[in-house]
């Protein structure tokens, strides 16, 4: 029997990718959710974008204050999703 070691570094790679996308996917949209009441806006209407724009295009959109409470909101929506679904960080192969 045979160990594929590049097959099981490629499943790895895929295995981080897609958990690490995933995780910056979450945190795109829980900071909108935690960002839409301070701008006074409908959660729905703004999480709604991060589909089709990226978050830069979403904050130029937006009053100017709304970049100063966007730091605030990612910062609070990493937080959470921390300690709800652990750290991002890559794990190593051992």
Not at 32 to 56: F, H, K, N, S, T
Not at 78 to 84: G, K, P, V, W
Request: no cysteine; aromatic share 6%.
């Amino acid at each position: 029997m045979v160990f594929d070691l590049r097959g099981a570094l490629l499943k790895k790679a895929e295995v981080e990718s897609a958990r690490l996308d995933d995780f910056e996917f979450r945190l795109r949209a829980r900071t909108m959710r935690l960002l839409a009441p301070l701008l006074g806006i409908e959660v729905e209407a703004l999480v709604g974008r991060i589909a089709v724009e990226p978050d830069e295009a979403i904050l130029a959109s937006l009053p100017d204050t709304a970049r100063a409470w966007y730091e605030e909101a990612r910062t609070e929506a990493r937080r959470q999703l921390i300690e709800e679904r652990g750290d991002p960080t890559p794990h190593k192969l051992a």
